[in-house]
């Protein structure tokens, strides 16, 4: 009986060495796209992340803005918004080694959509109204 019992403590001692946890990944990176952006007021963009290797264990990211009342960013999805004209700077920072990425951000004024040679729509409609009537006494004459 003392073999046998001899026996199921050195298969046990054995054992314990092929269930180990499994070795935690750790970040060696990060990557933005785009490294800059050019927004106009009241648009929004998507700003992308990866971090590196693709098997890390921690992926977890802090988002954060330089400038939030010109472009606040959302962590969730790296969603930034143009809120008032000026520059920001876009960071996410990796929980697991505090590796850093960054995204230049300008937010400009919306364009009025006028332009020489049918570019633009915003006036479109504006302009047949007004334009209609001088174009029917031109006619008439």
């Not at 009986?1 to 046990?12: D, N, Q, S, T, W």
């Not at 001692?13 to 269930?19: P, V």
């Not at 693709?54 to 918004?81: C, I, Y």
């Not at 040679?117 to 006619?139: D, I, Q, T, W």
Request: hydrophobic share 45%; aromatic share 4%.
């Amino acid at each position: 009986m003392k073999g046998v019992r001899v026996f199921a403590l050195v298969l046990a001692i054995s054992l314990t060495g092929c269930f180990q946890a499994a070795a935690s990944v750790p970040v060696t990176g990060i990557t933005i796209s785009p490294t800059s952006l050019s927004l106009e007021r009241g648009t929004t963009a998507i700003i992308t992340i990866t971090v590196h290797p693709e098997n890390a264990t921690n992926k977890g990211t802090f988002w954060s803005s330089s400038n939030t009342s010109v472009a606040p960013v959302r962590a969730s999805d790296g969603m930034v918004g143009g809120l008032s004209e000026g520059r920001a700077v876009i960071t996410v920072r990796t929980d697991d080694g505090g590796y850093t990425a960054s995204c230049d951000v300008a937010v400009t004024s919306p364009s009025l959509g006028c332009s020489v040679g049918g570019g633009g729509a915003l006036f479109g409609a504006a302009s047949l109204v007004l334009l209609a009537p001088l174009a029917l006494l031109l006619l008439r004459r």
